[in-house]
């Protein structure tokens, strides 16, 4: 029984080498200042001026908190909401300001707005325009 286990094990090693072989290998990592472009109903935020950078999109409805790095750190942004939205940022106090993002808006170089974004609203949030 012992030979028949063994053989068994060798044969089974054997066929998993061959697949492994045989199997394409699939790399997931996006090269550094890769850029994402902005689908139907998005707008993104890039972390470099000229859409470079770390990506983050928005699809409405709702409020989202910028991620991937964004947050106050918003170099750049594209939309293909169809429609308004409103970049939104939180000042010292409980005061916010808002800026219009319309449908096609961009910036290569948001420095305006670059170090004020926080997040990202279907509607102004009760914020000033800022």
């Not at 066929?15 to 090269?31: C, D, G, I, N």
């Not at 935020?45 to 409020?63: D, K, L």
């Not at 939180?90 to 974004?117: H, M, Q, V």
Request: glycine letters at 12%.
């Amino acid at each position: 029984m012992r030979r028949s286990t063994t053989l068994l094990t060798t044969a089974l090693a054997g066929v998993a080498a061959a697949l492994t072989l045989a199997a394409p290998t699939a790399v997931a990592t996006a090269p550094t200042g890769s850029v994402r472009a902005a689908g139907p109903g998005q707008v993104c935020f890039w972390t470099e001026a000229g859409q470079h950078g770390q990506a983050w999109c928005y699809a409405p409805p709702g409020y989202a908190e910028a991620e991937n790095g964004t947050q106050r750190h918003a170099y750049s942004f594209d939309s293909r909401v169809d429609g308004t939205v409103y970049a939104i940022s939180y000042g010292p106090g409980s005061g916010c300001l808002y800026r219009e993002i319309r449908k096609d808006d961009y910036d290569e170089n948001w420095e305006a707005w670059a170090t004020k974004f926080d997040g990202v609203s279907d509607n102004k949030m009760g914020c000033e325009a800022g």
